[in-house]
């Protein structure tokens, strides 16, 4: 993927905010299920954070069963703080399950309570109370997963003995718990700030707990988003890969580990690597949507961009409030799987108006190939107003590797078609001291 996809913030004009996708219906054999956000019954920020936190490793470690549909943390939030009719839940994410819960603390003793809903009655399912020493509340949240994906599939002990073998390390201290919940927030701002005041917070839950492997992948994000908005992504990458490895080697069954290595991988061409920890990802948590996703951005330069937009539609429907984010797979699986209306779409929708280089390079290159030129030329000119040399080559030098030549072609011919230029000049490669050609812009 274009590593420099967020190095200019740049306006675009769009037709108007396309803010769901439509996605693939619910799996009549599959079961769904939804986690509300956690209530915080002790009120102050710290038990808020704790809540929230809980909340999202709970459908992460649900996303640990492959037979289950598990509606994406992003869809579930806006239920936050607000008295939830089940059965209308049900219906709006199209599950059969709710779980919801709270969280109280005390102390150094913590109150957690969960309910399993079927969404259909209303009738409680399941239902528990925990009350902990505070830190053993991780623990708490694995049973809670285990024990609603056991009741809504009836999965028998020897499959939850290998599912509780996959589960990711807890982390030792609370305060590097908080901490990290406070960077991952930072680093979703998209800010050189708040990126910045990310690394600063992942550093500290680090110091606090060494051995804490989402301390270290929260970290290696933040970097990338810093990069995102500096453009400096020389200086970043080597840390980016370092905190990625370090998670991994802390942690092998941290899914989203598993993923940023990919993702550091895939930013320097290392597209077979890339691929590998991206399956690994992938097979540790089939049912996450946001980890698909991550795949479904690198789908193209992977060569399996056909198995990256089936994989979007998917996760639209598990996460049908998804975040702008989002897009940028969109952007990406559509386009390099020739569908290039969803992959218009899928540029135009962000509700912002903003936009990066990726997505007006792909934009006229998909209006391109579907013979729209008068939209091709705009989406051009756009592109060329902020980056008036730009290429062909000069995208793959963005770091814009692909492992098949199909890709490849699809990406010149669409730049032909919208009559961008293909090739680069000497001089708009001399910053790259070891510049990609194409061979079409090869002088004998």
Not at 128 to 149: S, T
Not at 248 to 259: C, K
Not at 362 to 367: E, M, Q, S
């Amino acid at each position: 993927m274009l590593a420099a996809a967020g190095i200019l913030s740049m306006l675009i004009v769009t037709v108007g905010a396309w803010l769901f996708w439509p996605g693939e219906q619910p799996s009549k054999q599959r079961p769904g299920i939804a986690v509300l956000p956690f209530a915080n019954l002790g009120g102050d920020e710290a038990t808020g954070r704790l809540a929230d936190g809980i909340t999202e490793d709970i459908i992460t470690d649900l996303a640990r069963f492959q037979d289950l549909d598990v509606i994406a943390r992003n869809s579930t939030e806006v239920y936050k703080g607000k008295p939830a009719d089940i059965r209308q839940v049900g219906k709006e994410l199209s599950v059969g399950y709710v779980l919801e819960g709270s969280i109280q603390r005390q102390a150094d003793q913590v109150r957690v309570t969960a309910m399993l809903i079927d969404a259909e009655t209303g009738t409680h399912v399941w239902s528990e109370r925990w009350d902990r020493p505070a830190g053993d509340v991780f623990a708490v949240q694995a049973e809670i997963a285990d024990d609603a994906a056991a009741r809504i599939g009836g999965w028998g002990l020897v499959q939850q003995a290998d599912h509780a073998k996959a589960r990711r390390k807890p982390p030792g201290s609370l305060t590097a718990y908080d901490l990290t919940v406070l960077a991952r927030e930072a680093k979703q701002k998209y800010t050189k700030e708040q990126s910045e005041e990310a690394i600063r917070l992942a550093t500290r839950a680090i110091e606090v707990d060494p051995n804490y492997a989402k301390a270290y992948v929260t970290r290696s994000e933040a970097h990338t988003s810093l990069a995102m908005v500096t453009g400096d992504f020389a200086s970043a990458q080597p840390h980016i890969e370092a905190d990625a490895r370090k998670a991994v080697m802390l942690d092998p069954n941290d899914a989203e580990a598993h993923a940023a290595l990919g993702e550091a991988l895939g930013g320097v061409g290392r597209l077979a690597e890339a691929k590998a920890e991206f399956e690994r990802a992938l097979a540790l948590n089939p049912s996450s949507a946001d980890l698909a996703i991550w795949f479904a951005a690198y789908s193209g330069n992977l060569g399996e961009p056909e198995r990256g937009a089936a994989i979007v539609d998917r996760a639209i429907r598990l996460n049908p409030r998804f975040p702008m984010w989002y897009r940028n797979a969109m952007r990406e699986a559509y386009f390099f799987s020739g569908r290039f209306e969803d992959a218009v779409r899928a540029i135009l929708g962000r509700d912002d108006g903003s936009s990066n280089v990726a997505d007006k390079m792909l934009l006229a290159a998909a209006y391109g190939h579907l013979g729209d030129m008068q939209n091709a030329q705009r989406a051009a000119e756009a592109l060329l107003k902020d980056v008036p040399s730009f290429s062909a080559e000069l995208g793959f030098n963005f770091s814009y590797f692909f492992i098949r030549e199909r890709e490849r072609s699809l990406f010149v011919e669409g730049f032909r078609k919208a009559g961008l230029r293909v090739c680069a000049s000497r001089t708009d490669l001399a910053s790259y001291p070891n510049a990609v050609r194409l061979s079409e812009c090869m002088t004998p």
